[in-house]
């Protein structure tokens, strides 16, 4: 089959194929698989025009809007930094897209580029195997507990319970307070908008959304738990793909020499995909990080809620044993089901 766009030969069933592998394995880390569909098309494919980048983030725009509405429905988007995330990433998507077709049209300049990217995230994934690796008694441990508590929580919603929900507290141009399971979380607006901000760029240029780039960098630094990060970054990153192709479409008359409008057709055929990444999976209810030299999240039977620890407070809950649950360990699951993810990693790309 042709592809009129991409300027390239190739069996209709092959991208929807390796769309299905790709996202077959990297659902088992949390992430969609667009950082990874890419380099497919470039040197597999022979995709090398600006309009891959663009193409590419039509995966996301299929992919993502399920995982966006369980957020919604399970009353986990903290929508202020929904709105901080967006604000930041837009204006980044657009001037990636115009550096992509001013500065990186050669398909060697944006291989190395591509390349680049690739190596952080990849080494981002090693330093999370690595600290799970070492911290793998705290680990055997904190899954137990962790897994027997959801459990005794699902129980409780089968009677009836609702899901807890966030609870926005204060919302300013300096900061957005919010609470949920106990915990009271905190996030500087000025910092996070330049982070989304280089993220979108970085986004633009690529052909990704940047959830990637963007949920690691605001659990490590800012400290916050990745199931009220997952949303917004979910979010952010199907409004950057949206906008990302209508931005690089608009570009395309201005740039007459080169191939700038996505394929669309390539685009949805690469999003027929049965893998189901952990931000679609059902009744997501709650996880916790931290990172492995102190407790960012601590539940006692026998306490109420007291002093914060690390950003936490300490909640009754359930007259469950003292939990506590680090970065790198087994996180959200869905209903009565166990699996690993580590908390670092994140939802879509």
């Not at 090398?48 to 980048?53: D, G, L, N, Q, Y």
């Not at 299929?62 to 930041?88: C, D, F, K, N």
Request: glycine letters at 10%; proline letters at 7%.
């Amino acid at each position: 089959m042709h592809f009129a766009v991409a300027g390239i030969d190739v069996h209709p069933l092959i991208p929807p194929l390796v769309a299905f592998v790709v996202s077959l394995f990297t659902s088992m880390g949390g992430v969609s698989g667009a950082f990874l569909l890419l380099p497919f098309q470039v040197s597999v494919l022979g995709f090398t025009s600006p309009a891959v980048s663009a193409t590419n983030q039509i995966y996301n725009i299929v992919a993502i809007p399920s995982g966006v509405w369980h957020y919604i429905r399970e009353g986990r988007m903290v929508w202020p930094l929904t709105w901080i995330v967006i604000a930041g990433t837009l204006p980044g998507v657009f001037i990636g897209a115009v550096i992509r077709v001013t500065f990186l049209p050669d398909p060697a300049d944006f291989k190395l580029f591509v390349g680049v990217v690739l190596f952080y995230i990849g080494a981002r994934m090693l330093r999370d195997l690595l600290k799970q690796l070492r911290d793998a008694d705290d680990a055997t441990s904190a899954e137990t507990r962790f897994q027997e508590l959801i459990r005794n929580y699902h129980s409780r919603l089968s009677e009836g319970e609702a899901l807890p929900r966030i609870e926005v507290t204060r919302f300013s141009l300096k900061q957005v307070v919010y609470s949920f399971y106990g915990g009271r979380f905190e996030v500087p607006v000025l910092p996070v908008l330049g982070i989304s901000a280089l993220v979108g760029i970085v986004g633009g240029v690529y052909g990704i959304g940047g959830g990637a780039i963007m949920a690691p960098l605001y659990v490590t630094y800012f400290r916050l738990p990745v199931y009220t990060v997952a949303g917004a970054t979910l979010m952010g990153t199907l409004i950057t793909s949206v906008v990302g192709v209508a931005f690089y479409q608009a570009l395309a008359p201005f740039y007459p020499a080169v191939q700038v409008a996505p394929d669309y057709l390539l685009g949805f055929l690469s999003s027929c995909r049965h893998g189901q990444s952990r931000a679609s999976w059902p009744d997501a209810s709650s996880c916790c990080q931290g990172d492995t030299s102190s407790s960012h999240c601590s539940v006692d039977a026998n306490s109420r809620p007291t002093k914060p620890v690390n950003g936490f407070q300490q909640e009754q809950l359930g007259g469950q044993a003292p939990l506590q649950v680090f970065s790198g360990l087994p996180v959200v699951l869905p209903r009565d089901a166990v699996s690993t993810v580590t908390a670092e990693k994140v939802l879509a790309v």
